[in-house]
């Protein structure tokens, strides 16, 4: 099982700063998705910065959201 995201913050160039339940902060490169279907709409930065938590991961407006264990392992520690 991997950890729970707990704080979410977009940043510029398409990165997110993650907060997880084991205390680790990671950042996250969403550039590689952003031409995936329900991701183009978040190049729009006013969209993208809508990111929150939501359960145990992150979701946008327009209900897109990453599986977790995705946003734990692909992202780089802090």
């Known amino acids: 099982m991997y950890p729970s995201v707990k704080e979410v913050k977009p940043e510029t160039n398409y990165t997110l700063l993650l907060t997880f339940d084991n205390g680790e902060r ?3 490169d969403m550039k590689p998705y952003m031409h995936l279907s329900i991701f183009k709409e ?4 006013s ?3 809508t990111v929150r938590v939501s359960f145990d991961t992150i979701e946008w407006e ?3 959201d990453i599986d977790p264990e995705i ?3 692909d992202s780089i520690r802090l």
Do not use: G, S, T
């Open 26 to 28: 990671k950042r996250f």
């Open 47 to 49: 969209k993208f910065n």
């Open 62 to 64: 327009n209900e897109a």
């Open 42 to 45: 978040l190049n729009d930065v």
């Open 71 to 73: 946003l734990f392992e």
